[in-house]
């Protein structure tokens, strides 16, 4: 079946460690996402791409990075700048712009 | 930035009861998209709305999309235990080529 494949689901990371988080995707999709979700909150927008080997930046970037090397792929890597790292973040993808997303089951990470 | 509100922020119903959440943005919209996420879930799109004016139905589920495309709502008609979740609109802003996310509803439903 296609889909979207996050891992870990759990991550614990030491402060000031840089963690980098899985995206694959197997939907042939043009564009993908990355988005944090706090406690309650809605989704806010991280980076995102709408093609290979090119990528925006959302509205929080800041301490983040990604890179898109291949069209199922999307990792992003939450670097030790990032003052509060502690969240749910979720990956998805849309076959092009103005279409639904489809989102990957997140992965919890928590920094200690 | 540009923001998407929602209303109200939780709402708590009797199963069978109606139930409305409504979507605003300062900015007109490109098109809407509904998405639901169920407690420790992920979203899940329901549907998107592109003209102005545009009433979609999916079963007790109705989607509208106002005729200034700077507003939405959704509408569930006797509710259930299944419809239990969080509910985010999420808009396309002038030409932005992403989607801006609501602040959500979350419903709960009791029996």
């Known amino acids: 079946d296609g889909g979207i494949t996050q891992s870990p689901k759990y991550l614990f990371r030491k402060e000031g460690q840089n963690v980098t988080l899985s995206c694959e995707q197997n939907?042939?999709?043009?564009?993908m996402y990355w988005y944090r979700q706090d406690p309650g909150q809605g989704l806010r927008l991280i980076y995102y791409?709408?093609?290979?080997?090119?990528?925006q930046k959302g509205d929080i970037a800041e301490g983040y990075s990604v890179s898109r090397e291949k069209k199922e792929s999307f990792p992003l890597t939450v670097t030790s700048a990032q003052k509060n790292p502690t969240a749910f973040y979720l990956c998805?993808?849309?076959?092009?712009?103005?279409?639904?997303?489809?989102f990957g089951s997140g992965t919890r990470l928590t920094v200690v | 930035g540009q923001q998407v509100m929602q209303i109200p922020q939780y709402q708590h119903v009797q199963e069978g009861e109606d139930f409305t959440t409504y979507c605003n943005s300062s900015?007109?919209?490109?098109?809407i998209q509904w998405y639901k996420q169920r407690p420790g879930g992920h979203p899940v799109f329901l549907i998107q709305?592109?003209?102005?004016?545009e009433v979609k139905k999916q079963k007790r589920l109705t989607f509208q999309f106002g005729e200034a495309k700077k507003n939405s709502s959704l509408h569930i008609t006797a509710t259930q235990t299944t419809d239990v979740g969080t509910y985010f609109c999420?808009?396309?802003?002038?030409?932005?080529?992403?989607?801006?996310f609501g602040t959500g509803t979350r419903l709960q439903v009791t029996l």
């Open positions: 709305l592109v003209k102005s004016g």
């Open positions: 939907l042939n999709h043009d564009a």
């Open positions: 900015t007109t919209l490109s098109n």
């Open positions: 791409s709408q093609i290979v080997n090119d990528f």
């Open positions: 999420a808009g396309m802003i002038g030409t932005a080529s992403k989607l801006t």
């Open positions: 998805a993808s849309s076959i092009r712009v103005l279409y639904g997303y489809t």
